[in-house]
């Protein structure tokens, strides 16, 4: 018996994620796709990113939430190009959405586009939003067991950021078991510690995503 199997969304996605890709290409502009459950540290690590990196490349960010504009609010009082996108429910971003927020900014005027993807550790790995690459955000009070229980999002990642690493001393979270488990599903995936508290590691990180930039856009 022969069954039938759509993959009507996915395949959505995937036209819709090139078009980006070959828009933003056209326009020279980097697309990083931020992830990680709700309050790891993401909009504050793209604010120490922003810090780091805004002298060297003209930066722009979309700020993914169910609901609300704080976080774009952040962005843009660093007087950094910043819109806020609602998916008023959806637990992921869809690539439909980021082709129709680009003609809110000035491409010719971007270098580098962050998108900071909605607070999930499970949803948005699946869904290719027309990023050159990717970055997930594991903080330390999450907890050393999530590579193990979610690896698709430390599988399809181009980058994994434990972030609160000021949090070590305070949380039974061993960093080995996360960098074997880490290994195990993306064996050639760079690996930062970074604190937005202390600052610590942010350098490194920063350093590391200007040269894939720069390659991104040669
Ligand atoms: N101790 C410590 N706290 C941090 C660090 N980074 C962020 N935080 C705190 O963690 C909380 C969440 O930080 P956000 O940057 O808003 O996290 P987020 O991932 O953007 O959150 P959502 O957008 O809601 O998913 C805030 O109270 C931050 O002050 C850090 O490096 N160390
Ligand atoms: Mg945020």
Redesign the pocket.
Known sequence: MEIKVLHQVLEWNQDVSAEVRRTLAENKVCLINVM????????????ALIARLRGQFRIGVI???ITGQS?AE?IAALHIPAVQLNTDGACHIEAMSIRNILPQFDLAALDVLFV?N??NLVCPAEFDIGENFRLT?L??PEGDDKVAKYPLMFTDTDCLVL?????LPYFDFDTARVTADYRAVNPEGPQFQ?????GAGMDALAAHLAGRIRAALA
Not at 36 to 47: E, Q, V
Not at 194 to 198: A, E, K, L
């Open positions: 990680g459950s709700p309050g790891a540290g993401k909009t504050s690590l793209l604010a700020e993914g939430d976080d952040k900071e909605i607070g955000v903080s330390i972030s609160k690493c000021d949090m970074t604190s937005g508290r202390t």
